[in-house]
């Protein structure tokens, strides 16, 4: 075969791996269309590898999203374009936990939407990536699950809800996921919510659309919206996957217990920014 004919053959292919491997602005549009939850998330298009992780936007907007690693410890987060409404972060070198972040902000109020997502490559530990204040307003694992660990269903788990860097008490937080269900939890005085991982995950998960997960694993948001005293409002969301039960005959105590679902001020806007986008 003619070399110029291979060449233009293996550039082709190398073009096509590359675009299959980004967000389509019309997959994009179809998860946020077809999402479980109105509140704001960075959702996983496709698995990803140690080369990249792609990612689409659903209900928040920007043109740019943050990345920082535990490498970078305190240092200005890395930038990334949103095109067609997605992205694709590239771990380079730095593996473990990455944190990405999208900012949307008006002059009625902010939203966020974070999630973390872990490159098998060798890095840092994530401590001072999560210490770090990142938004406005944010909820932060309290810790991340260690390597080959995993969000599980039964399992109990603290995150920190904190405004300029001090902890939000007594504030309630939303939990929904894809299985349907749908909690309120409530911050304690240091600002640390416990969320008890509901046993709603089927053993496969639908197939059809990144929103669906893989079979054994469901999609959560935790959600907390307030007002400060200049009637600014702020929305946040953090968003990861958890699996079923490591044990499905094992019963974990429900210390704190769930709170019977309620409203949250957060809710009406993700609903109008919804109902907007439709039309």
Known sequence: MDKRVMLSIMLALAATAVQAARPQAADCRADEMNAFSTLPMLV???????????YCLANVRTEAVEVRNGAGGFAPPAALAVAAGGFKVNPGKVGNYHWLQAGEASQTGVITASTVHYFANPGPAPTAMLHLAKAELEIV??????????????????????????????????????????????????????????????DEAPKGGHDHGRGGENRFVLAVGLTDQDGRYYLTGFNQV??????????????????????????????????????
């Open 141 to 202: 694992p309290q810790p991340l699950p260690r390597e080959h660990w995993h969000y599980r269903a039964g399992e109990t788990w603290a995150f920190l809800v904190r405004f300029h860097d001090e902890p939000v008490k007594d504030t309630g937080v939303r939990l929904e996921t894809s299985g349907g269900t749908q909690q309120v939890f409530r911050t304690d005085g240091e600002g640390i919510v416990r969320v008890t991982f509901p046993a709603d995950v089927a």
């Open 242 to 279: 958890y699996g079923a039960a490591a044990d499905a005959g094992r019963s974990l105590p429900y210390g704190l217990g769930f709170l019977a679902l309620g409203g949250l001020a957060a809710v009406p806007l993700a609903i109008r920014r919804k109902e907007s986008k439709h039309g």
């Open 44 to 54: 996983p298009a496709g698995r990803g590898d140690r080369a990249g992780a792609a």
